[in-house]
């Protein structure tokens, strides 16, 4: 017995040891090294906001949507439009390769925070993804400091006695009522709800552990499937088969279809739980091999379109779809995160903060990539 668990543990860590769930596992540690200095910057967004100031987004769009509309997001901030942001407002901005700074961000007033790559005006405070440092893809990488910074800006937000409406997840029962009672955000501060003062640091070191919690559960849980789907994805190219990448979700589907996955997996939106959605009308055959990279809801309409053509389905969702249990040619991959997607509660407050999906999704995706191109 001893002898079997021993080439276990061997054959995992032949597996894993390049694992991009822990590669941004190390990225999420060294972003958690910038939250001290997030506090200031906080301070001072926080003050704007709670004196009337807006805030707004703007840079990589699959970041901007991220961050937007978002679990556990604040409801007021929006995307930058051709309005050009006053002196007491708030941009939070994800600078793109190639592509020149906004033309509203020039010669701007309002405070902007960026995210990721440094832009051209030094007088911005810049927080690093850190994404060189474990070679992850830097448009997954920005979600991380940019969730971190959201939470500092809550948690110096209490300290004002402000407390700002956080979207809930539309999957659970007051999501959307919920956006209707705060008017999607025009009603940007509670008056009803009262919440203690949250220390600097709290509310984004716990989103870290959170996360890192998350990664590494899927890592120990779901290693088999994984290694399974990126064989299975090996057999595909090997036959010459068609090999589809559909995902869901505000990172997705720019993390798949423009990035190097896309040169891959033939990308596309499949949005699963969503019956009135469009879904991509693509046909299948035996030995093409399809991933979905979900959200809360299984994909039995994929399921049941692809497995009667003898292709095969690997899918991210919260939970199983009952017909296909026992079926040998789907895979379920548990991403481990809560049905609210949010995962840092907040004392006194009745959703919690912050979105896991898009990180522990995306890093997902990523290792799927991984053992999809391994030699």
Same mark, same amino acid.
């Given at each position: 017995?001893?002898?079997?668990?021993?080439?276990?543990?061997?054959?995992?860590?032949?597996?894993?040891?390049?694992?991009?769930?822990?590669?941004?596992?190390?990225?999420?540690?060294?972003?958690?090294?910038?939250?001290?200095?997030?506090?200031?910057?906080?301070?001072?967004?926080?003050?704007?906001?709670?004196?009337?100031?807006?805030?707004?987004?703007?840079?990589?769009?699959?970041? &901007?949507?991220?961050?937007?509309?978002? #679990?556990?997001?604040? =409801?007021?901030? !929006?995307?930058?439009? /051709? @309005? *050009?942001?006053?002196?007491?407002?708030?941009?939070?901005?994800?600078?793109?390769?190639?592509?020149?700074?906004?033309?509203?961000?020039?010669?701007?007033?309002?405070?902007?925070?960026?995210?990721?790559?440094?832009?051209?005006?030094?007088?911005?405070?810049?927080?690093?993804?850190?994404?060189?440092?474990?070679?992850?893809?830097?448009?997954?990488?920005?979600?991380?400091?940019?969730?971190?910074?959201?939470?500092?800006?809550?948690?110096?937000?209490?300290?004002?006695?402000?407390?700002?409406?956080?979207?809930?997840?539309?999957?659970?029962?007051?999501?959307?009522?919920?956006?209707?009672?705060?008017?999607?955000?025009?009603?940007?501060?509670?008056?009803?709800?009262?919440?203690?003062?949250?220390?600097?640091?709290? &509310?984004?070191?716990?989103?870290?552990? #959170?996360?890192?919690? =998350?990664?590494? !559960?899927?890592?120990? /849980? @779901? *290693?088999?499937?994984?290694?399974?789907?990126?064989?299975?994805?090996?057999?595909?190219?090997?036959?010459?088969?068609?090999?589809?990448?559909?995902?869901?979700?505000?990172?997705?589907?720019?993390?798949?279809?423009?990035?190097?996955?896309?040169?891959?997996?033939?990308?596309?939106?499949?949005?699963?739980?969503?019956?009135?959605?469009?879904?991509?009308?693509?046909?299948?055959?035996?030995?093409?091999?399809?991933?979905?990279?979900?959200?809360?809801?299984?994909?039995?309409?994929?399921?049941?379109?692809?497995?009667?053509?003898?292709?095969?389905?690997?899918?991210?969702?919260?939970?199983?779809?009952?017909?296909?249990?026992?079926?040998?040619?789907?895979?379920?991959?548990?991403?481990?995160?809560?049905?609210?997607?949010?995962?840092?509660?907040?004392?006194?407050?009745?959703?919690?903060?912050?979105?896991?999906?898009?990180?522990?999704?995306?890093?997902?995706?990523?290792?799927?990539?991984?053992?999809?191109?391994?030699?």
């Amino acid at each position: 017995m001893t002898l079997l668990i021993g080439v276990i543990g061997a054959t995992m860590a032949a597996s894993n040891g390049d694992s991009y769930l822990a590669r941004v596992e190390q990225t999420l540690e060294c972003a958690r090294g910038d939250i001290v200095a997030m506090r200031p910057v906080a301070e001072k967004a926080a003050n704007a906001l709670a004196n009337g100031g807006k805030l707004l987004a703007a840079g990589q769009s699959s970041l &901007v949507s991220e961050i937007c509309g978002r #679990a556990g997001g604040l =409801m007021m901030i !929006r995307p930058l439009k /051709e @309005e *050009r942001p006053a002196s007491g407002d708030v941009v939070l901005f994800t600078p793109e390769a190639g592509v020149a700074v906004p033309e509203p961000l020039r010669d701007t007033e309002a405070l902007v925070v960026v995210f990721g790559a440094k832009s051209a005006r030094p007088e911005w405070p810049f927080f690093s993804n850190h994404a060189a440092k474990a070679n992850i893809s830097p448009t997954l990488a920005n979600a991380i400091p940019a969730w971190l910074f959201t939470g500092e800006l809550i948690a110096a937000l209490t300290r004002l006695g402000k407390m700002p409406v956080i979207y809930e997840s539309i999957g659970t029962y007051g999501g959307i009522s919920r956006m209707t009672q705060y008017k999607n955000g025009e009603i940007a501060f509670h008056d009803d709800r009262p919440v203690p003062l949250t220390a600097a640091g709290v &509310v984004a070191n716990r989103f870290v552990d #959170a996360v890192k919690a =998350m990664l590494e !559960r899927v890592e120990r /849980e @779901e *290693r088999v499937q994984l290694d399974t789907t990126g064989a299975w994805c090996r057999e595909a190219k090997a036959g010459n088969a068609q090999l589809f990448m559909y995902s869901m979700g505000h990172l997705f589907p720019d993390e798949v279809g423009k990035t190097e996955i896309g040169k891959v997996f033939r990308s596309s939106v499949w949005n699963a739980g969503f019956r009135a959605s469009p879904k991509p009308d693509d046909t299948y055959h035996s030995g093409d091999m399809i991933v979905l990279i979900g959200y809360q809801q299984p994909p039995d309409d994929l399921l049941r379109k692809a497995r009667p053509a003898d292709a095969r389905v690997a899918f991210l969702a919260l939970r199983h779809e009952r017909d296909f249990v026992h079926d040998h040619g789907a895979i379920w991959i548990d991403p481990m995160w809560d049905w609210p997607d949010a995962c840092v509660p907040l004392e006194g407050y009745d959703v919690p903060l912050l979105a896991a999906s898009g990180i522990v999704n995306g890093a997902i995706a990523w290792e799927i990539h991984r053992l999809a191109v391994k030699e």
